[in-house]
């Protein structure tokens, strides 16, 4: 598979030299108004993609003053980020489905984690320093993105070009966690340069390094170096401390575009035991210690892409990408009176490298009422888990077409086909539909079919305690989904100047031979009760969703609102649950406000999670849990000083104080019940960011 990689690097390069003629920089064509690039033909107008696009501009990402992915898709409807203090992740759940389901991609490349590639992804490594937009599509892409794009996708587009000759970005940034801070043992701290240059009309470069150093959140613990064995040891959220680095490169001339984007992500999580244990020997005496743990991450980032025509007519577009991902654990003694770190043992826990390539071309045709592309993707998994080592590679080819029989009427299927080396081979289907009023309603329609293919860990999973036994099962098969969605759309300008854009949604989703950690049987002499990942669910929802955008001079205003359904078969080799639905509702609004006179921005993100109820696996039965509701809001004020070449953000994260929210484990029917409480944040936090930038 390595020779293959090196011999697509080459195909990739070869396309770009025949190129002659000039071929649309996407990130010029980004100047326009609402330009989206992902899942079209070609960069275009938001108004004629077919599919619905929602973009998270690099202004929204500033108003918020975020730290990384999670900040961000925490204010956006249907998208819920779960954090998890305990091991320092915070993933992704869309329409009620986890990360699984969910591909992430940069710049069109899905990223690798330990699940594989594009899904499971830790939005709380991924970086934004470069970020041009953000843009998700939800429902079933599985034609266009291959397996795992089930419940939807989000592209993050990096920046590639500038105007200026140079550009120099500094940030500092200091932010409480809950009610702690100082100036280098408690909060966070952030640190980042970008240096950019437009060497000329053809070259540009740049580079960037991060630095996210994360405290940890103690709320009554005491830290790593308390001496007391009475359990108050450690942290509530492990501390973590992030180093990023970026590298780009990029060529066009006349007819193509080619770049090189290299990413290096370092990661330390610490963890510090709450038992303390006494020692001695002659050296140290009496002496105190405990068996602490740090968890090492570390990713690589490549991606060759070039874009251009062959035969001065047929467009085309090729990406190479070769990624890898590695979790090293380090068990060591930490003394505490000395603070010293002994007996250090480290061992690979995890591993997943991966080569990726993917690669369309398209305009077969003079004629603009059809448009044809042809595409495949190419994915070479290597994944490592204590104790295996296994290889996963799926080839696949798609097709996809336009058809314009009016000029405000679109019609595009598509099908793909996927070759498995673990599974049956897979296919995927979609028929999207576009028509536009007289009026300037939009309506648009979707069917799609896609499928997702179990993760390393659902195949390969092995862990044993006293009470449980999880093991994985290389006999899962792929799951099969089928969505709907309808949806129209109006906006509308009026001569005081204020704008309106208002649209309603609604949309279904079935998924087949869902993948569920079961229990599987109760051993009879040792009670120890044994679990294993199995094809026993049956999953579908819907969702009904508006979303209003009002404008007007300075002032934005958007707000949305969803109702959710959903229905889960669970079907265990000792017990299974019902059919029924449980519902769901969200709201989220957000306010900002330009002063231009104080060039001060304004800002405010609101959003409401209802109660939220799901099935769960009790003693002999499965039970609804409930989650409460909660309500998050954050606030920013963002100013420019001299002619903008610094810029303070100040500002509250969670000022509503959220933290733990309860959940209650009950019979279904029943008027009893257990309740527990979810980690959800660490309370209110605030934050002062600073910007310098050297712009010539």
Known sequence: ???SFYILI????????????KVTDSIKVNELDEVVITGQFEPQSIKKSVFNVRVITAKDIQNLAANNLSDVLNQYLNITV??????GRSTVSLFGLDARYFKIMIDNVPLVSEAGLGNNTDLSQINLNDVEQIEIVEGSMGVTHGAN???GILNIITKKSSKDKWNISATAQEETVGKEFELFDKGRHIQSLKVSNSINKKWFASVSANRNDFQGFLDGKQGKDYIENDGLRGYRWLPKEQLNGTALLAYSKNQFRIFYKFEYLDENIDFYNSTVQSGFNTELGSYRYADDRRFLNNRYFHNLNSTGKILNKLNYNVSVSHQKQERIIEDFRYYLLTQNEANSIKVKD????TFYSTGTISNFFSDKTVALQLGYEIVNNRGFSLPVHETLENYDFFVSSEINPAERFSIRPGMRFSAQSKFKDQYASSLGLRYLFKNDFELRGSYGNSFRTPTFEELYYFFVNDSHFYIGNENLIPETSTSYEISIKKAKSFDSGLQISTSFAGSFL????????????INPSTLIREFQYINISKYQMWNFSTMNQFKKGNWNLNFGAALVGISQKIENQIFASNEKFLYSFNI???????????????????????KTQQFVEGSSEYIISTIDDSNWLDVSTRKSFFKKQLEATIGARNILDITNINQTRANDGAAHGTSSNVMLAYGRSYFLKLTYNLNF
């Open 510 to 521: 079935d998924i087949d031979d869902k993948i569920d950690m079961a229990l599987i049987r």
């Open 350 to 353: 995890q591993s997943m490298e």
């Open 149 to 151: 794009a089930v419940s």
């Open 588 to 610: 989220n609004t957000n306010i900002s406000y330009l002063l231009p006179k104080w060039q001060t921005t304004f800002s405010a993100y609101y959003k409401y999670n209802g």
């Open 10 to 21: 080459g195909l990739s390069v070869f396309y770009s030299v025949t190129a002659q003629k």
């Open 1 to 3: 598979m390595r020779k």
């Open 82 to 87: 779960r954090p998890s203090g305990n091991d």
